[in-house]
């Protein structure tokens, strides 16, 4: 997978080791990114919706990302999912 890298979404830069990143924070970063609700989330992966919003909240202090769009484009710089995954689920990009 991928080491460190620079993030630069909002002109900060930050290393982030994508390689330590809980597994289960990357399951919901990619749902997330496919557009999936905290409910759906919450059903696809087994837990409650509390606990979806609680990761939600991790990776906004974690990682300063606070919406879809900012998700998404952490997913794909990070590796996490590639555009190509992202066009297959039906959902339309935006560019980048």
Do not use: C
């Not at 830069?13 to 759906?40: C, F, P, Q, Y």
């Not at 939600?56 to 996490?80: C, P, V, W």
């Not at 999912?81 to 039906?90: K, R, S, V, Y």
């Amino acid at each position: 997978m991928l080491s460190l890298r620079i993030a630069t979404d909002r002109g900060s830069k930050v290393m982030i080791n994508t390689d330590k990143m809980a597994n289960r924070h990357r399951e919901i970063i990619r749902l997330i990114a496919w557009g999936r609700s905290n409910k759906e989330i919450a059903r696809i992966l087994k837990i409650s919706s509390k606990t979806v919003e609680k990761h939600r909240m991790n990776l906004k202090e974690q990682y300063s990302i606070t919406n879809t769009a900012d998700i998404t484009r952490f997913a794909i710089r990070h590796g996490i999912l590639t555009l190509d995954e992202i066009m297959a689920e039906g959902i339309t990009p935006v560019k980048i």
